[in-house]
């Protein structure tokens, strides 16, 4: 049995879509005719590309290997017939963003894709860093904006630029910069659990030292560390961008650091050999949404 354009197409908007039922709509099927060319396609393949996920329908690891040379190959009969391109930019995308960067550009990634991208539908999950990138591996996230990834071989990493962090500390405790370890040896420092990004931002700082903090408190919400710190709980190593709004209202202060805290490396991440559009229009949309806000560390 041969490959047929129809089965790639039917199996190329099954990903895109996330359902035979849309797929079929999108390209005016009943949906009894798309699944029967899927199945061909499974056959004349010879191994399972769909797998059920929910109410819809997700490629396997096999499926998704072979997504990016079916994306081509519509690509191609675009360029042929002359159609627009954005018009595959379509259905549901599973997007992950590191928690102090998604607080600050959030807001503006969603308007930029509502705009761009009108039929997109991004999932957006909220985590730390080492926790989106384990989604990212297990394939349960397509692509993520990641803090200073641990880096794996199977994910394709571009880096984004320097995130300006900084020591933050309650503004009812006068404390002025520039601190050392030893200044905030004592204190109560709050961090993400390790091993988040901002935990060994922290460690190695206090490192340079010799020293590690005494009075250290974890908590998974980059967010909730914030408030913390504004509420007089403790200190805290912040994106600068964030702790803004605190500074301004007068409940938190930034502290220069000597030695200066080391700023986060932002990564758009994806899984290796995966450059389907609604990825790829993901990524170029964080790009330029990060240079229309000014975010990065010039």
Request: glycine fraction near 8%; charge should be neutral.
């Amino acid at each position: 049995m041969r490959v047929t354009l129809a089965q790639l197409e039917a199996f190329f908007w099954t990903v895109q879509l996330g359902s035979a039922q849309r797929a079929a709509q999108h390209l005016n099927l009943a949906q009894p005719t798309l699944s029967l060319r899927l199945k061909d396609l499974r056959e004349a393949i010879g191994v399972e590309i769909l797998e059920r996920s929910g109410r819809g329908l997700r490629p396997t690891p096999e499926g998704r290997a072979l997504l990016p040379r079916v994306a081509a190959i519509m690509a191609e009969l675009r360029g042929i017939g002359g159609a627009d391109p954005a018009r595959d930019i379509a259905g549901p995308i599973r997007v992950g963003l590191a928690e102090g960067f998604a607080v600050t550009c959030l807001p503006p990634l969603l308007a930029a894709l509502r705009e761009d991208h009108p039929a997109l539908q991004p999932e957006w999950v909220v985590s730390t860093s080492t926790v989106l990138e384990t989604a990212l591996l297990r394939d349960t996230l397509d692509i993520a904006v990641l803090l200073n990834p641990i880096g794996d071989e199977r994910l394709s990493m571009t880096p984004l630029g320097s995130q300006p962090t900084s020591w933050v500390a309650p503004a009812g405790w006068g404390l002025a910069g520039p601190v050392s370890p030893r200044d905030l040896w004592d204190v109560p420092v709050i961090s993400n659990p390790p091993p988040a990004a901002m935990h060994r931002q922290i460690s190695g700082w206090f490192a340079t030292a010799g020293i590690a903090p005494r009075r250290l408190s974890a908590c998974t919400s980059v967010a909730v560390i914030a408030e913390l710190v504004a509420g007089g709980i403790g200190a805290g190593l912040l994106p600068v961008r964030m702790a803004t709004r605190y500074v301004a209202e007068g409940s938190m202060t930034l502290l220069a650091a000597n030695p200066p805290v080391e700023n986060g490396r932002l990564f758009t991440t994806y899984r290796m050999g995966v450059e389907e559009p609604k990825v790829m229009a993901v990524a170029r949309a964080i790009s330029r949404v990060l240079a229309s806000i000014d975010y990065l560390q010039p």
